[in-house]
Structure formats: C-alpha cells, structure tokens
C-alpha cells in the first residue's frame, strides 16, 4: 500500500509560483512512476506531468516551460515547481504512483495509489 499526502497550495496571482509537495508513505525506490493529475471545476482531470524511476520527466503541453516535477527519493517525496501561473491552472492537484509497472505514462488508468489533493486557485 502507497499513502500519498499532498501539500502546497493556496491562492496566487496570475504569474505567480507555487510548489506542490507529495508525501510517500513507502519506501520511494518501489514506485515506479509519480505523475500529477489536475481537475478544474466541470472538467475531467487531466495529466500535468510524470517522472520516472530513472529521473526522466514528461509533461502537458499546456505547462511545459512553466512547470517543473522533480522526485527526492530519499525524502519519498515528489515536487511540482509552477512558475507563470496563469488563471487556467485553477484545479485540485493530485498526486499519484504507480507501483506495478516500470512504464510511465499520463494515462490515469495507469496509477494505482492517488492522493486527496490540494487546491490551487490563480486569480487576475
């Protein structure tokens, strides 16, 4: 079992930066893939970024360039750096693992374990 704890959000003005933080309650070299998913207000939740065992990372088109995941597997912690918020990046963020094969990727079906989530709100 994988317990994931998100942490890190709040309220920000477009152009402003915030960092997402993700707790692992094991022992970090077992998951395989962490990604961050967020979910805007009557909209599916949607893929944001991944990172792989290996330190290889992947991202949305729409945050690529202004985000930045990163993974300490010594703390069992995953990071989601925002830069250049814009008012579109308004959701529930939520962190997720993936434990039971070493392929990545943004498809949701893909993650087992999944966080509770934590809301970032970018006003004008």
């Known amino acids: 079992q994988v317990q994931l704890v998100e942490s890190g959000g709040g309220s920000v003005q477009a152009g402003g930066s915030l960092r997402l933080s993700c707790a692992a309650s094991t022992y970090a070299y077992g998951i395989y893939c962490m990604g961050w998913f967020r979910q805007a207000p009557g909209k599916e939740r949607e893929w944001v970024a991944y990172?792989?065992?290996?330190?290889?990372?992947s991202y949305a088109d729409s945050v690529k360039g202004r985000f930045t995941i990163s993974r300490d597997n010594a703390k069992n912690t995953l990071y989601l750096q925002m830069n250049s918020l814009k008012l579109e990046d308004t959701a529930m963020y939520y962190c997720?693992?993936?434990?039971?094969?070493?392929?990545?990727?943004?498809?949701?079906?893909?993650?087992?374990?999944w966080g509770q989530g934590t809301q970032v709100t970018v006003s004008s």
């Open positions: 990172s792989t065992s290996g330190g290889s990372t």
């Open positions: 997720a693992a993936r434990t039971n094969y070493d392929y990545c990727s943004g498809r949701e079906h893909d993650y087992g374990y």
